[in-house]
């Protein structure tokens, strides 16, 4: 590896640890898939089942994706504690090596640094990329994508190699990151297979693929691995099977599920409007350099990974259930193809009254300074002002009454924030135990934070305050 290509990779990497990184642990738990995850991981660090996920002492049959990325956070929470840098760290590390594998692959392709850097940057620089329900939070996707990108950049691969044994090579690198794909969440890898066999048909390498024994066997590895997974995980806890498939296949793509619907055009109206700003003005131009690169060797590249991400756009786009981070493995596809035609042009400027390393460098600064700035504020300011606020100020309200022996925590509907940092400050020694209004009894000291709650307890107890931080409070309850 050239010193040009490790001084990239670290510059980018430095760079990516602003945006990536700041205040990671600094807006509190996520109520749903984060924190639902996040109780899992540390459930199983203490109940030792590596196989069955649970949630408040039960296996989980409501969160049916196999466990890679809770796997992943209980050893970081082994090394690190029970925290949220613990349950976030893994995102975080995962868009970084997606990052940097942009930069690697072109790199590879082009052998220029300009390239390189402008299709990493670009990523970098994506809002819907580096925000929440992505790499800044410990949600499934950033692994996801993670391994979505590693495999079509295996299969590109294969696609450009002549030689048999590196044909093999990539098949099974792909097929491996296939099945990592499918261990994070799910049937999702597979919305990439109808695009991805229709460009293999198209440039006539789908036949070569099929002639490939190694395809089949590595294909067949990856069932193991997945049917291993599966069926051990039904062998374990009877019913899983059952629920997946009431949850995975079928239900979110057919019905809109918890009243997440939006046009078909959502996706596209979600990028136009913030998601892929800038970036998103330059796709023509990346669709013009597929039919019209100078260096026509370029031109199969820009198409794989243009096409790829418009056809699993269009997929997402025909399902019922629409959320904003079903298309984050879109971007590192959009990233290659915008950012590395950008670094090609502006690789190819030449200006004999300027030394050509300092226009360019002038170039990518300009394209890029306002786009990163603006990522490194966004991560820096960091407000807890979204929906469902209300349930997650307890992290911040236990650790102000750290030292209260024994309260019990009042909740009304489903926060599995509260469950996480309830089982954080029991490890800690804290007597906390969680209750419905209903059941609580007179001198039980209790600790609310929402105004659902607090009318709850009003209408059947008398209570007297203790101590009160902003809208929490603990409280003595007394007969009405």
């Not at 997606?98 to 082009?110: C, G, K, P, V």
């Not at 440039?203 to 997945?226: D, E, K, T, W």
């Not at 629920?243 to 979600?270: D, I, M, S, T």
Request: proline share 5%.
């Amino acid at each position: 590896m050239k010193k040009t290509q490790w001084g990239g990779l670290v510059g980018v990497s430095l760079l990516a640890l602003f945006p990536l990184f700041m205040h990671l642990d600094s807006l509190p738990l996520f109520v749903y898939d984060e924190g639902r995850l996040a109780n899992s991981a540390l459930e199983m660090v203490q109940n030792g089942n590596w196989l069955v996920t649970y949630y408040d002492g039960k296996p989980d049959l409501w969160s049916t994706k196999p466990p890679l990325l809770v796997w992943i956070q209980a050893l970081h929470m082994k090394a690190l504690g029970f925290n949220l840098l613990a349950v976030r760290l893994p995102s975080a590390l995962a868009g970084l090596a997606t990052i940097l594998a942009i930069f690697s692959f072109l790199w590879r392709q082009t052998r220029s640094l300009i390239p390189s850097l402008a299709g990493s940057l670009v990523l970098l620089t994506t809002p819907g990329f580096v925000t929440n329900h992505a790499t800044r939070t410990g949600d499934y996707d950033a692994l996801l994508t993670l391994w979505s990108t590693l495999f079509l950049i295996q299969l590109f691969y294969f696609i450009r190699a002549t030689a048999a044994d590196k044909q093999r090579r990539r098949l099974w690198l792909a097929m491996l990151f296939f099945t990592l794909g499918v261990l994070t969440k799910g049937i999702v890898i597979f919305l990439f297979l109808p695009g991805l066999l229709l460009f293999l048909l198209a440039s006539r390498n789908l036949l070569p693929l099929l002639r490939q024994s190694h395809f089949y066997f590595s294909v067949l590895a990856s069932i193991g691995i997945v049917a291993a997974y599966y069926l051990g995980r039904e062998w374990a806890g009877p019913g899983y099977l059952e629920a997946v498939l009431q949850n995975e296949l079928g239900g979110r793509f057919l019905n809109v599920v918890e009243g997440h619907h939006g046009p078909w055009y959502f996706y596209f109206k979600n990028m136009w409007e913030g998601e892929f700003w800038p970036w998103i003005g330059f796709v023509p131009l990346a669709i013009w350099y597929s039919f019209r690169d100078p260096e026509k060797s370029r031109r199969m590249q820009w198409a794989f990974f243009l096409w790829n991400a418009l056809s699993f756009l269009l997929i997402l786009s025909v399902a019922q259930t629409k959320l904003f981070w079903y298309i984050i493995p879109v971007y590192p596809l959009l990233a290659l193809a915008t950012g590395g035609v950008l670094g090609v042009i502006v690789d190819r400027i030449e200006d004999s009254s300027t030394p050509a390393w300092l226009l360019k460098g002038l170039l990518l600064f300009g394209l890029f300074t306002i786009p990163f700035v603006q990522q490194i504020l966004q991560s820096y300011h960091t407000r807890d002002n979204l929906y469902g606020w209300e349930q997650r100020q307890y992290a911040d309200f236990m650790k102000e009454v750290k030292d209260w022996p024994s309260y019990v925590a009042v909740e009304t509907n489903y926060n599995s924030h509260l469950a996480f940092y309830a089982k954080v400050y029991r490890e800690k020694g804290q007597d906390i135990t969680r209750k419905y209004p209903h059941e609580l009894t007179p001198g039980d000291t209790i600790l609310m934070c929402e105004d659902r709650a607090r009318r709850a307890v009003d209408d059947r107890w008398a209570t007297e305050p203790l101590h009160t931080w902003k809208n929490c409070g603990l409280y003595r309850v007394g007969s009405k």
